[in-house]
């Protein structure tokens, strides 16, 4: 069975704060990925990264940054110096090959709330 | 870029009505997948398709059905409308049918159940 656990399900920080979203997945397979969506108060899903499970290498790209540890089936999000924009509900998910292994399985969200 | 387009974007319906909604893909994306999203909660799948077939299928109610074209585009039967039906339907397409593909989400049907 698959499974995706976003602990904090709201948080709330002011402008330039940096603000860490964490995810934690159980999965039996070995091959996998892991994405993280955006889901702004318009309410469409925006894909911000997908990563392999072969592949530690933590990324940055501009405000954004991703920590992938296997030890610890985590993969935590990011934001830097976060502006009202950044506003929005964030989902973790999961793809593997065992069960159904085209559906994406979902984190229940953490909505972010940055003040100005 | 192309994205994903779904219509309709908002659609009332009384309850035991019908309603189809439609997803087009992005071009060269032979995948669509089906999640429903209730209010404050994650998307869960419903069902998907790959080169016309279904590939998966997930907690779709048996009041649903949904199929692809040829042109790839794909239809979300919902019959016997219900209450709880009320909720954010999305469309996503992916290349192939890896099933470790990145998924692109439209931007939703907002359905409501009167």
């Known amino acids: ?116 | 870029a192309a994205g994903v387009i779904q219509s309709p974007r908002h659609l009332i319906k009384e309850k035991r009505e019908t309603a189809t909604l439609k997803c087009y893909p992005i071009p060269r994306h032979d995948t669509v997948y089906w999640y429903q999203q209730g209010p404050g909660q994650d998307p869960q799948f419903l069902i998907s398709f790959y080169e016309k077939m279904q590939s998966d299928k997930g907690s779709i109610p048996d009041r649903f059905s949904a199929q692809q074209f040829s042109d790839y585009h794909s239809e979300l039967n919902m019959s016997s409308l219900e209450l709880g039906d009320s909720a954010l339907y999305f469309c996503a397409s992916s290349p192939g049918l890896a099933g470790l593909e990145t998924q692109y989400f439209g931007p939703g049907t907002r359905l409501l159940v009167l």
């Open chain 1, 1 to 116: 069975a698959q499974k995706v656990t976003q602990a904090q399900t709201e948080i709330s920080v002011v402008e330039k704060e940096d603000v860490t979203l964490d995810c934690v997945y159980e999965t039996r397979d070995t091959t996998y990925y892991l994405f993280w969506y955006k889901q702004p108060p318009s309410g469409e899903l925006v894909f911000l990264i997908r990563r392999n499970s072969f592949d530690e290498q933590n990324e940055i790209s501009g405000r954004y940054s991703w920590n992938f540890q296997k030890s610890t089936s985590s993969f935590n999000f990011t934001i830097t110096a976060s502006q009202v924009v950044d506003s929005a509900v964030y989902f973790c998910a999961l793809s593997a090959p065992s069960g159904s292994a085209r559906q994406l399985t979902f984190g229940s969200g953490t909505q972010l709330t940055v003040l100005p």
